[in-house]
């Protein structure tokens, strides 16, 4: 009995001795996004979702084209609605800093369709929104490689639903996404 309480002793004094993650550090946070939309079956719902599956190549900064890219795919925080192949793309143009900035395509086409917010939901339901060159895109904070990239993107588009087995639309919503990401290496 004694052998069996001096090794639980040990382990818990083991155990305290290593050390604590910082929950602030840059490298242990996660890739967020809250999502809101005005129309639509979840109108002035926040989702709040993570990458579920990212690489440093998604969010990075090409100094010879002055594009940032942000690519996810999506795990709602407090809920499993979606799925994980949920996800948004967009571009946009500036500097690595602070600023107004407007969304543009990667790949340079005469398309204004510039990227997309896509919902997928475990009940089959799915969301559908376009990003569109020119739209507004606020800066906050902008940190070096392996910093944070903060900022909000908001657009309008027509919401594509297939919701209860049943296509619909919803003309000139307004989408909001606020973002706190990783920023990746410079391509």
């Known amino acids: 009995m004694k052998k069996i309480f001096y090794s639980l ?4 004094a083991l155990m305290s001795c290593a050390e604590d993650e910082d929950p602030n550090n840059s490298d242990n946070l996660i890739n967020t996004y809250t ?18 599956d ?17 690519a996810g795919n999506f795990i709602e925080i407090d809920s499993n609605r979606l799925q994980a192949s949920s996800r948004i793309n967009f ?28 919902f997928y939901f475990q009940n089959s339901d799915e969301l559908i929104m376009t990003i569109f060159r020119g739209d507004p895109i606020t ?7 392996g910093g944070r990239i903060k900022g909000k993107i908001t657009f309008t ?11 619909s639309y919803f003309p000139a919503s307004k989408i909001s996404v ?10």
């Open 54 to 70: 990212v690489s440093e190549e998604d969010i990075a900064y090409e100094p010879n084209k002055n594009l940032t890219i942000q």
């Open 9 to 12: 002793l040990f382990c818990v």
């Open 35 to 52: 999502i809101v939309m005005d129309k639509g079956p979840y109108a002035n719902k926040a989702f709040k979702v993570k990458d579920g």
């Open 157 to 167: 588009s027509q919401i594509d639903a297939f919701i209860n087995g049943k296509l």
């Open 91 to 118: 571009a946009f143009t500036g500097e690595p800093k602070p600023g107004n900035y407007y969304a543009v395509k990667a790949i340079d086409t005469l398309s204004s369709q510039i990227g997309s917010l896509e």
């Open 139 to 145: 800066i906050t904070s902008y940190e070096a490689v």
């Open 178 to 187: 606020d973002f706190d990401l990783k920023r990746g290496k410079d391509l």
